[in-house]
């Protein structure tokens, strides 16, 4: 009967462990895009330019936008392309306009294509590292400022920086309620 | 220790009526609940495909909404597979496992009672969705985010019933392995374990390695949903792809859970009806081994449209096409088996060497999906749905079929109409095939799943293929009355019942006692 139970133990501590390591497959899966550049994943906190040299390269960088769900939003890029020079920062902004008759608070998710590229596209300055909250027929400007990074290789064709434009009024609602 | 025996004995007197089968913690009465469940999931499961073929009988909408369509298609997997499939095996299990190494009963009777009355209120739950407002689960049975998180309520309702159905396997799993590790007869050594016993030890790891794992990326998106989190909302910085990979790499392992209980069906039945001994036995069980190994590794296969890294979609690619190694001398091994032997062609012995064709259909089909860049074309058509199929129909539940016909003179000590259950057969054979062969070309043609319309083109073979579900649906009610012909039947059976038949159960009379080993068989 001890082999039973000691079998029951090591069993039970295994089931335990794949629970866990459910979890852990968050953190690795994190780690391994930012690995492989998967998702096109941007910075997520500013930026601070130092050490990137102005370079005599130019690449176009195309701006585009989706609003997630159908919500209530106008949410457009002011310039649809811009050729930039490489190691330069550059100011751009997208318009967003709550087409509703309430209060929205909004949160943009960016991805940049193609995802290798991801890591030389640096924002300093983005809306998207905040919430946004616009009232009921607001337009705002919404800046970003951003810099390629001199070490982006040659052989790079057009970078595309999407953003999303979720509405999360509900979201913060019910967190609140909690 | 006698009047430990004669204690155990006296034990009849337990309960009648409902509450024998509620409080029972006996293997085979637990045996028999699980496969009269199974039997009753798969005409639920089976009525569902029956909505879907008859709705696609035709293009345009004929007879349901696209949404309950869509309801019918994600419960009909679900309950298929968590339902059906996995009930039956461990029902086999059940029945047959302490027969097989000459043990009294599991190792943990009372959670074995507890592992299969949860099957039933998790089914209710689950069911009970379709009544709903809102109507039941529509996302697939992979629940995908992000139209998972957006779907009605039937939601949290499905997800906590899938814990349960999850718990419960867990449960049957450990109480497997602690069976088979500890309780097996003096001198019956791990590679002597019958081949089934063996299949069933590797699937038993496989889901308590895979099952907490869909525990965890349901419970993530109910917390998504729910509490806030944002594991997959993009919107929270969260990722959906991120929850397909840990679904399929609980999905992966669980598709070999469906079907490795099946071989160990096969290379029982096989020798059996060939009057030779398994060939291979020791590489039977390590090619059931390494394929368990394989499926942690493969399980990016499954999304190969999502956008990966070439070198994921050819490490992916490659540790794919390896399983079709320890697969194929599985299958070289049923073939050498039969080489020479002295075959007779019983109703199980048919199923079998059905099984051993047909899966390997469905094995190639799967070889090809393997092939990242032509499953870009492949990719959510009706081709997948033929080639799973042709791997869970023909595979698990013929070989479940195949088992029941095999084992059923042991279990009842009665035989069943060897006329009739070849009638049954052919035509189950005959109709899957009409099913399921069409669709590999609607699927070919670029036909997408999960669609209540197609276009014009797809219309003939959408037609065969809609014959050919209701043939196949049909063909198991003579299944039911085969057994119910049977069990009305006298005891006659013998205790060995199929000549060629080997195994520790074949020594026990027929039927085989409540209690089955009382003191331990020796084995050398």
């Known amino acids: 009967m001890t082999g039973i139970k000691s079998t029951i133990t090591k069993l039970s501590l295994a089931v335990v462990a794949m629970y866990g ?20 994943k941007t910075n997520e906190v500013a930026y601070v330019a130092n050490d990137i040299k102005e370079d005599n390269r130019f690449v176009t960088v195309k701006f585009i936008s989706n609003v997630a769900n159908s919500a209530p939003l106008y949410f457009e890029p002011s310039v649809s392309e811009m050729t930039v020079q490489v190691g330069k920062p550059y100011n751009t902004h997208y318009v967003m306009k709550n087409n509703s008759s309430k209060q929205l608070h909004t949160t943009a998710s960016p991805s940049v294509t193609p995802g290798k590229h ?61 | 220790m006698s009047a430990n025996i004669d204690h155990l004995k006296e034990e009849h007197h337990q309960p009648s009526g409902l509450m024998r089968w509620i409080t029972t913690t006996n293997h085979k009465d637990i045996g028999s609940l699980y496969l009269w469940f199974s039997l009753l999931m798969f005409f639920v499961g089976g009525l569902m495909a029956l909505v879907i073929r008859a709705e696609l009988f035709q293009p ?26 996995m009930p039956a095996f461990v029902g086999l299990a059940n029945w047959q496992l302490p027969m097989m190494i000459g043990a009294p009963d599991m190792a943990l009777p009372r959670l074995n009672n507890w592992s299969f009355w949860i099957l039933p209120f998790a089914f209710t739950m689950l069911l009970s969705t379709l009544f709903f407002e ?20 039937s939601m949290p309702f499905v997800i906590f019933s899938l814990h349960l159905l999850g718990a419960s396997s867990i449960l049957g799993a450990i109480n497997v392995i602690a069976t088979i590790l500890n309780m097996r007869a003096p001198g019956m050594t791990l590679m002597k374990m019958p081949i089934f016993v063996w299949t069933w030890l590797i699937t038993a790891f496989l889901l308590i390695a895979s099952m907490p794992v869909l525990a965890g990326a349901i419970t993530m998106l109910l917390t998504d949903r729910f509490y806030g989190t944002s ?47 398994l060939f291979g036995y020791d590489s039977m069980v390590y090619a059931t081994a390494s394929i368990a190994l394989l499926s942690f590794i493969v399980w990016a296969h499954h999304m190969f449209t999502v956008g ?29 088996t039969m080489w020479k032997g002295s075959m007779t062609f019983e109703t199980p012995m048919l199923f079998a060497l059905a099984f051993i064709i047909l899966f390997t259909i469905g094995g190639f089909s799967g070889l090809m999906l393997a092939i990242t860049p032509a499953d870009f074309q492949y990719h959510d058509t009706y081709f997948v749905v033929a080639h799973f199929h042709y791997v869970l129909v023909p595979g698990a539940v013929f070989a479940i079929i195949a088992a029941v016909y095999y084992w059923l003179p042991k279990w009842t000590g009665k035989m069943y109409n060897e006329t009739l259950g070849k009638i049954h057969f052919w035509m189950t054979t005959i109709f899957v095939n009409i099913t399921f062969f069409p669709m590999h070309f609607v699927g070919l043609a670029g036909m997408p799943r999960r669609i209540p319309d197609y276009a014009v083109q797809f219309t003939d073979f959408n037609m065969i293929a809609s014959v050919g579900a209701f043939g ?14 049977t069990l009305r039947q006298p005891v006659t059976a013998a205790d060995k019942s199929w000549e060629g038949a080997e195994g520790l159960e074949w020594t026990l009379p027929s039927p085989a006692p409540y209690h089955s080993f009382d003191t331990p068989p020796k084995v050398d």
């Open chain 2, 472 to 485: 196949f649906g049909l063909s198991q009610l003579l299944f039911v009355y085969i057994l119910f012909l």
């Open chain 2, 134 to 153: 809102s109507g039941g689960p529509a996302a697939g049975w992979t629940l995908y985010p992000p139209l998972s998180l957006q779907g009605g309520n």
């Open chain 2, 308 to 336: 990966m890294p070439l070198a994921g979609e050819i490490f992916f690619m490659f540790t794919t096409m390896l399983i079709a190694v320890p697969t194929g001398v599985k299958v070289f091994n049923w073939v050498a």
């Open chain 2, 60 to 85: 345009g909408l004929q007879f349901v909404v696209p949404g309950f369509f869509n309801q019918m298609t994600t419960m009909h997997a679900l309950i298929m597979i968590f339902g059906a499939v």
């Open chain 1, 21 to 40: 390591f459910s979890y852990a497959l968050v953190p690795i899966y994190d780690t391994f895009c930012e690995i492989t550049g998967l998702n096109g």
């Open chain 1, 118 to 178: 991801a890591e030389y596209f640096k924002k300093i300055e983005c809306f998207c590292f905040n919430q946004q909250t616009i009232n009921a027929g607001e337009v705002k400007d919404l800046g970003i400022q951003f810099i390629i990074d001199n070490e982006l290789p040659n052989d790079s064709g057009d970078i595309v920086l999407s953003y999303t434009m979720f509405d999360i009024s509900n979201n913060i609602k019910e967190t609140n309620k909690l």
């Open chain 2, 231 to 277: 594991f997959f909302t993009a919107a929270g910085g969260g990722d959906p792809v991120l929850f397909q990979h840990i679904f399929w790499f609980f999905g992966h392992p669980e598709v070999y859970i469906l079907i490795l209980p099946a071989f160990g069906i096969v290379s029982t039945i096989i020798p059996a009806f060939s009057r030779k001994k």
